[in-house]
């Protein structure tokens, strides 16, 4: 009988200090906490501490003052539950470097630590902590998901995150044309540098910049020795000819100009033209048969404009191109510290991950190659197919995989090149989601993601769309190649498969009808369809109304159709 009572009262006292230990943020409206900041915020620290003050007010409707910890230390604010917005002494671990995107998030005792590096760590972790004890998400500029309560409390929690990748690299116009939603979802690089509210975006200036560098326009007529020899002549559209003195001269002075001008950059491309004719005299031939090739005489003349800027420029970085005849590895010669190598996964199939096929075997033999050899390798990939925006292009289930591979062979940053010239690509407002949190941490489940979009962006139409999506995905067998740009005649699109599509996509329809912004998001999944069926067949969707459809949805909704071709010129080639 007293052992049952001790239980009893064990029991008991057990549950009241399991009441004392939670804390709450926030109940009914109404919150006793302060937000601190460190006596010297950064622009990105005082933005994550009023988008927390924000988002708190809309989840709970709790008004939570904003202070610095200065205030509190002279006693200015009487509250003693705190929500620490970036390192400061009371975090009881050593400040993080300032570039350190990394962060921890800890609710130790009625306080509550957010800290990380102060350019975007800090900020990083913000958004964590509404994402993982809220629930908040940042699908697309145009969709946020704030879920609401009454009450938050907690007990205690900790926990820390860092970045797969230095720099991430979402090239989708509907991401890269909002800087808050680049941020929400640590995305962190684009095409032009950005010194903003949230720490910033970095950027590798420019690309294909030999003709930038030394323009034809300008020095063909009375020196084409600085240009390429093909079939024995020079010529103004090829290459350069590496192995004129004049040429590097000219390189490294301009270089000194560009990073001069734009010092905001991380690293300055010097790089080959888009085009496959090297120089072919006898002085290239030889350095390419010193150093195994193209890419080492490429490196070689690279090396040298390196050189000149590290004295000058040392914390800035050089970068060249590994792409098409320069894309193996050389031999004999290795890059400058200073020398970032862009290797470019474009002959590749990218319907499966990349290192799990024979088809690409060599592309993985050349990252092997570069990964032995190369201080710091950047991956320029590509994610949809550049010859048809709007056509299915079922490769998810690559994503978190070929990330992973550039990861684990050293890989600094990636940057996913997709439809960069307007919204609505396949699928793009969720491949755009979806890659910002893979090259965050690739570690994460695919398919999860996709089922969390699907059913938040499609709403009513969720179940039809993720019908859609998963017979777009049975699509890829295990012979399947798709290419980074191939046309509507590709073995993925048969007939049986259109029709099914398309069953798919009137019941989305039906299922949107009456909400005009949902119904949007599903005419960009019809536009797929449509798409197939107008340049499949031109008669019969002419006769049928596709035709008119497409051309409704693509005007309406401004969708660019193909990078090399505008949306009227598209419409010009169907009359």
Request: charged share 25%; glycine share 6%.
């Given at each position: ?483 980074f740009a191939f046309d509507q005649n590709h073995s993925l699109y048969d007939e049986g498969f259109i029709t099914k ?75």
């Open positions: 009988m007293k052992l049952k009572m001790m239980l009893v009262i064990l029991a008991v006292m057990l549950s009241f200090n399991s009441l004392e230990a939670r804390h709450t943020l926030f109940r009914n409206g109404k919150s006793s906490y302060t937000i601190v900041l460190p006596s010297d915020p950064s622009a990105s620290e005082r933005t994550a501490a009023r988008e927390l003050q924000e988002y708190i007010r809309q989840i709970g409707g709790a008004e939570i003052p904003v202070a610095s910890i200065d205030s509190i230390r002279s006693g200015l604010f009487s509250r003693k539950t705190r929500i620490y917005v970036g390192w400061n002494e009371r975090t009881g671990v050593q400040q993080p470097a300032a570039d350190d995107e990394g962060f921890t998030v800890s609710g130790k005792g009625p306080s509550i630590f957010i800290y990380g590096g102060k350019d975007r760590g800090t900020m990083y972790g913000v958004y964590s902590f509404l994402e993982k004890e809220f629930g908040v998400r940042w699908y697309t500029p145009e969709c946020t998901v704030v879920p609401q309560t009454s009450r938050y409390s907690y007990s205690k929690f900790e926990y820390s995150e860092a970045p797969a990748l230095k720099y991430r690299f979402v090239q989708y116009n509907n991401a890269n044309r909002d800087e808050a939603w680049m941020a929400h979802n640590r995305n962190n690089s684009a095409w032009t540098v950005a010194d903003n509210e949230f720490g910033g975006i970095s950027a590798y200036w420019s690309a294909h910049t030999f003709g930038y560098f030394v323009p034809a326009d300008k020095y063909f007529k009375e020196h084409p020795e600085y240009f390429s020899v093909k079939d024995g002549k020079r010529i103004p559209n090829g290459q350069l000819c590496l192995t004129n003195p004049d040429v590097l001269e000219i390189c490294k002075e301009g270089m000194k100009k560009v990073i001069s001008e734009n010092p905001l950059y991380w690293v300055y491309s010097l790089s080959q033209n888009d085009n496959m004719l090297p120089c072919e005299c006898d002085e290239c031939k030889a350095l390419e048969e010193r150093y195994g090739g193209h890419s080492g005489a490429m490196l070689w003349f690279v090396n040298q404009v390196a050189d000149e800027i590290m004295p000058l420029f040392p914390e800035k970085y050089i970068g060249t191109f590994a792409y098409q005849y320069t894309r193996h590895a050389p031999e004999n010669i290795v890059p400058k510290d200073n020398v970032v190598i862009r290797l470019c996964s474009i002959e590749c199939d990218f319907s499966h991950p990349i290192d799990s096929t024979e088809y690409n075997r060599p592309f993985m033999d050349d990252l092997e190659a570069w990964a032995s050899k190369a201080p710091n390798l950047f991956i320029w990939d590509y994610v949809v197919n550049f010859n048809q925006y709007l056509a299915p292009y079922p490769n998810f289930q690559s994503l978190a995989s070929n990330i992973r591979t550039f990861r684990d062979h050293k890989a600094i940053g990636i940057q996913e090149e997709a439809n960069y010239q307007s919204d609505g690509g396949e699928f793009s407002e969720m491949k755009a989601w979806v890659l910002a949190k893979l090259l965050w941490n690739p570690e994460l489940d695919t398919n999860a993601l996709v089922d969390e979009f699907i059913e938040a962006y499609y709403g009513a139409a969720a179940s039809s769309v993720h019908s859609y999506f998963d017979l777009c995905r049975a699509q890829v067998k295990d012979d399947t190649v798709m290419g599509a398309w069953e798919y996509v009137q019941s989305a329809r039906a299922e949107a009808s009456g909400d005009e912004e949902l119904m949007k998001r599903v005419d960009r999944v019809a536009a797929q369809i449509l798409f197939l069926k107008v340049t499949r067949n031109i008669e019969a969707s002419r006769a049928d109304g596709s035709m008119d459809e497409l051309f409704r949805i693509i005007d309406s909704q401004e969708l660019r159709v193909r990078e090399w071709q505008t949306t009227e010129d598209f419409k010009k080639s169907l009359q």
